[in-house]
């Protein structure tokens, strides 16, 4: 027989654990200013960036998934999971997927396992896609890593590039939950136009590269973009994916605690965040110790932030995320209380 009874929600996924991991090595802009044309004053005004670590010959991208994962299992006060999502644009290799090997180093063999590829926007698609997993009841458990090594595919002497970005893994750990209980993900914009995908490209590696005769050339192998027009891509986008995601759930932009947003440039953070009319203190900024790591930027901000107390359980947090494909994404969030929040200690700057 037929019930008139209202059907339970769907389980949300709720955060309940998280954590950053950098290499140590650490470089200075005074550093990169000995092989590049350029100096630490412009790079500091142009980027807001000081400082990034990169990891070291040998490391790859599934060693510091590992190292982030391994905490943010800790952090959600230990237990197993079911799913484990990396998402890189820097996977360990072109096949297998870097997430089944990362998951049998964590212990958690027989566990689904596998990448996400949205560029900078990995981890807001990554969030969307574990929660789509929570939701239908496929996973109740995820550990979602975004880790990025853009050493190992920017070229070191392309001086536009090579100052931006930096190396490092972030994760979290989502359980299925109540929509209403702080922690809980939604609601999300996702968004994409691959009508401008040569904008942010490695030309080689692909089956389009690969499909034809000739060996790639130096350029073709490495990573390139075109710096100016994503900037301005960056801002319109982001700001219009946070404003349709603050539309869907009927907050207004007081209603936003902290915006966490991608950290892609210390201009563009500032840019979006003033178009939104939320004031740049409520920005949450950690590009200056660590520049753009591509998917773990996000993991990594919240990271530092919690573990400085600078985001509070019950506050209310938008992320927001842009990226080549172009691709570009928001979510929301109340900040849960974590059963072992980062500690200073383990926090992503020195
Ligand atoms: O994470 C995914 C999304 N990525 C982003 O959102 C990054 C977006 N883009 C950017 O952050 C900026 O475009 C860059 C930081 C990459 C470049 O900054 P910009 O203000 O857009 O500089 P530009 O490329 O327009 O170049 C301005 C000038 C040029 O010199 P001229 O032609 O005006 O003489 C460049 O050659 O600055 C020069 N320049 C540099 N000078 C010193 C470019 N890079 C450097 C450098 N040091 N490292």
């Known amino acids: ?27 200075t802009n005074d550093e990169l200013a000995e092989r590049l044309d350029t100096d630490d004053t412009w790079i500091r005004t142009r980027t807001g960036i000081r400082t990034r670590h990169l990891a070291d010959p040998g490391q790859a991208t599934s060693d510091l998934a590992v190292e982030a994962g391994r905490l943010a299992l800790r952090s959600a006060g230990g237990g197993s999971v079911d799913t484990v999502i990396v998402t890189t644009t820097t996977p360990d290799r ?6 089944p090997g990362v998951a049998a180093r964590l212990g958690l063999d027989g566990v689904a396992a596998f990448d996400v590829g949205a560029v900078c926007t990995g981890f807001v698609y990554g969030l969307a896609t574990a929660a789509g997993l929570i939701a239908a009841g496929v ?3 995820v550990l979602l890593i975004g880790a990025d090594t853009y050493s190992t595919i920017v070229d070191p002497l392309d001086r536009a590039n090579a100052i931006i970005f930096g190396d490092g893994a972030g994760a979290v750990v989502l359980r299925a939950g109540h929509p209403d ?18 904008l942010i490209t490695i030309a080689a590696g692909g089956s389009r590269q690969r499909s034809r005769p000739g060996e790639p050339t130096w350029e073709e192998r490495h990573f ?3 710096g100016t027009e994503v900037y301005r891509h960056a801002v319109t986008r982001m700001a219009a994916s946070a404003r349709a995601t603050l539309d869907k759930a009927g907050w207004k932009i007081d209603d936003v605690d902290h915006f966490v947003p991608h950290q892609a440039n210390l201009r563009i953070l500032h840019s979006v965040a003033d178009s939104l009319d939320l004031s740049r ?6 590009i200056d110790a660590v520049g753009n790591t591509g998917a773990a930027s996000i993991p990594l901000a919240l990271a530092d932030a919690a573990a400085r107390q600078r985001i509070r359980p019950g506050e209310r ?7 080549g494909g172009l691709t570009w ?22």
């Open 1 to 27: 027989m037929l019930s008139d009874a209202p059907s339970p929600p769907a389980p949300a996924a709720v955060l309940c654990g998280l954590a950053g991991w950098v290499p140590p090595r650490v470089v």
């Open 94 to 99: 072109p096949c297998p997927a870097t997430a």
């Open 139 to 141: 996973a109740r458990r």
């Open 181 to 198: 209980e702080p922690g809980a993900v939604g609601h999300f914009d996702l968004g994409s136009d691959g009508a401008h995908e040569e």
């Open 224 to 226: 390139a973009m075109r």
């Open 281 to 286: 203190e409520r920005c949450v900024a950690h």
């Open 317 to 323: 947090l938008l992320l927001t995320a842009f990226g």
């Open 329 to 350: 994404g928001s979510c929301l969030l109340t900040w849960p209380s974590l059963p072992d929040p980062p500690r200073q200690e383990e926090r992503t700057t020195p």
